[in-house]
């Protein structure tokens, strides 16, 4: 155990299976699973402030936690397995959790939301919303639940950006703070660019191109 800033004792947690995308250049979305078995640790080490978010989703559920943000905390109570933390890492929270935990997070710089949210025809955008801490997300909660063998390996870098941009696109549609909405087929591709596509998948079989280079 350490201690923040504050001179709250906090605990540092150890280095936890991780993968990487290549969606969103040298900051990439990546995914991560989160466990720790024993209770009342103390508070998470406060991080300096980023442009990124990061998104908490448990796979186990989580009875209380205490989260605080600029300073004011809020007590949370019952989190379902499939809830949803959204956090805007501009202002990074401390958490302390009372229980044993077992959450998939993904992390999710700010200029890949931006990137994608150009690409998807979305004007005006400023960030993405913070619901009410411990929102039920099913959708982002089945994409966690499909991601999570894949930290231990075998996982393609196809595989890695696709989940990705899947999870940037349903974030920007479901949490984007804009009236504008996701331009329906806006984004798919032509005929002679999905023929080019599919041509160079066979060229590369037992290879593993990234999402950009099928592009």
Request: aromatic share 8%; proline share 7%; net charge negative.
């Amino acid at each position: 155990r350490d201690r923040d800033v504050t001179g709250v004792q906090t605990c540092a947690l150890p280095i936890f299976p991780t993968l990487l995308s290549k969606v969103g250049g040298r900051e990439c979305v990546t995914f991560a699973r989160i466990r720790w078995d024993l209770p009342e640790h103390g508070f998470t080490t406060r991080v300096p402030a980023e442009d990124a978010y990061s998104i908490q989703v448990p796979l186990r559920p989580m009875p209380a936690l205490e989260v605080t943000i600029e300073r004011r905390q809020q007590d949370v109570r019952g989190a379902r397995v499939g809830s949803l933390f959204l956090f805007n890492l501009h202002h990074p929270p401390t958490v302390y959790f009372h229980d044993p935990i077992d959450s998939f997070r993904f992390y999710v710089p700010g200029s890949a939301v931006r990137e994608a949210a150009d690409e998807h025809n979305i004007r005006h955008f400023r960030m993405l919303s913070e619901p009410g801490l411990g929102t039920t997300d099913t959708l982002l909660y089945r994409l966690a639940a499909a991601l999570a063998p894949a930290l231990t390996g075998g996982a393609t870098q196809l595989f890695a950006d696709h989940m990705a941009t899947a999870t940037l696109i349903h974030l920007l549609s479901a949490y984007a703070e804009t009236d504008s909405v996701v331009a329906t087929g806006a984004a798919g591709l032509a005929p002679w660019q999905l023929r080019r596509a599919i041509d160079f998948l066979l060229s590369q079989l037992g290879t593993d191109p990234s999402l950009d280079q099928v592009a």
